[in-house]
């Protein structure tokens, strides 16, 4: 864990996300970086209203001025508390879009739940997650979790988004205290038959990471509810799952257990598509 990409939604203060990006980058000695998006005019106002377009293009402006004006502040904060090297990144742009492009060269992204006016499908969350291309820590509402990493609970069914969460995190998981939230196995392929089948703790073991195994038999509909309480039993600092969309035609919308984690979580949440 080397780069860390922040999505910050207000640069006027301290944001819950960078404070934990901050506390990131100290366990890890690694770079932090922080990226303030902010909408295009183009897709807020329409071209007809020109007296309205004018306004909001001046308030655009001037937003891109404040913007990049805090970057002395915000780099000095960064650094101060934790951050071996740290950046300031502004663009404008559908957010989800942006950080798409620019995660790429990151190892993780930290992202803010944006409060409760979003409860059961939270803003642009499932967009973000969905479309960076990297893993995402999502932060749980209203609280901003503190202090290291030490214990953690991964979710694993078998499918390829699990797997890829869990490879994901191995630099979270190695010499810490691990619980394995085993659910049924998922059919990733049909008609696909492996006659050396994968042994997911054979795997960490692979990778020094010790493991204990608590195995959970739910229905789908009460997996996202039923994480969070081993989760929670275990005192994790840190759960860990794939993000399943919905449906391969509709990835913007993300699948149930997914879903009701991320609206109910009382811990940062590692993801991972």
């Not at 600092?237 to 035609?249: E, P, Q, T």
């Amino acid at each position: 864990m080397r780069d860390i990409l922040v999505h910050v939604r207000n640069f006027e203060n301290c944001t819950p996300a960078l404070r934990y990006g901050s506390q990131l980058a100290a366990q890890f000695g690694a770079s932090l970086a922080g990226l303030y998006a902010f909408p295009s005019p183009d897709y807020v106002a329409p071209a007809y209203e020109p007296e309205l377009m004018a306004a909001i293009l001046e308030n655009t402006r001037e937003l891109e001025r404040q913007a990049l004006s805090a970057k002395a502040s915000i780099l000095r904060w960064m650094t101060e508390n934790g951050a071996g090297k740290a950046e300031w990144l502004v663009a404008e742009g559908n957010a989800a879009d942006v950080l798409t492009q620019a995660a790429s060269r990151f190892d993780a992204l930290v992202l803010e739940h944006p409060g409760d006016e979003h409860r059961d499908s939270p803003s642009d969350l499932p967009e973000l997650v969905l479309k960076s291309g990297v893993p995402c820590i999502v932060l749980p509402r209203a609280i901003t979790p503190s202090g290291p990493i030490e214990r953690v609970a991964v979710a694993w069914n078998g499918s390829a988004e699990a797997m890829r969460a869990v490879h994901a995190a191995i630099p979270f998981l190695r010499g810490k205290s691990v619980i394995l939230l085993v659910g049924p196995e998922q059919e990733t392929y049909q008609r696909v038959f492996w006659k050396t089948p994968f042994r997911i703790r054979e795997y960490l073991d692979s990778h020094d990471v010790d493991v204990w195994p608590r195995v959970i038999n739910v229905h789908d509909e009460d997996a996202g509810a039923e994480l969070l309480k081993h989760a929670m039993e275990f005192k994790a600092d840190l759960l860990v799952m794939g993000a399943y969309g919905h449906s391969r035609f509709s990835e913007w919308m993300l699948g149930g257990a997914t879903r009701h984690v991320l609206a109910h979580a009382h811990l940062p949440v590692l993801l991972r598509h």
